[in-house]
């Protein structure tokens, strides 16, 4: 089973951009729906991004324009990309994965709510000051 590892959390300044990496290990992990979720304290954990075995993404209205999820195929790393960041994305961000779903004749991946992830990682705090 995939196993999964954040790291790049840290404390910016609003306006500022910062990198997050989620190390994805284990048999057949590049085949793997991978995805970015982030709680803060007293909220519910939120989708961010995700990312398909085949580079499509999906995007949380509340960072599209200002996030961006890709993947390094050669190892398996997922990556988000955060710009223009704002107080309101100060969480603990976490990886997550899913093998995803075959559906209609084709494979893809689960919506970003937490209840269809079962793989998470240990996640990374991210803090942005006003």
């Known amino acids: 089973q995939v196993q999964l590892v954040e790291s790049g959390g840290g404390s910016v300044q609003a306006g500022g951009s910062l990198t997050l990496s989620c190390a994805a290990s284990g048999s057949t992990s590049s085949t793997y729906c991978l995805a970015w979720f982030r709680q803060a304290p007293a909220k519910e954990r939120e989708g961010v991004a995700g990312?398909?075995?085949?580079?499509?993404?999906d995007y949380a209205d509340s960072v599209k324009g200002r996030f961006t999820i890709s993947k390094d195929y050669t190892d398996n790393t997922v990556y988000l990309q955060m710009n223009s960041l704002k107080p309101e994305d100060t969480a603990k961000y976490y990886c997550?994965?899913?093998?995803?779903?075959?559906?209609?004749?084709?494979?893809?991946?689960?919506?970003?709510?937490?209840?269809?992830?079962?793989?998470w990682g240990q996640g990374t705090q991210v803090t942005v000051s006003s």
């Open positions: 997550a994965a899913d093998p995803g779903r075959w559906i209609g004749g084709t494979w893809s991946c689960p919506a970003l709510v937490r209840y269809e992830y079962n793989i």
């Open positions: 990312i398909e075995s085949d580079g499509d993404t």
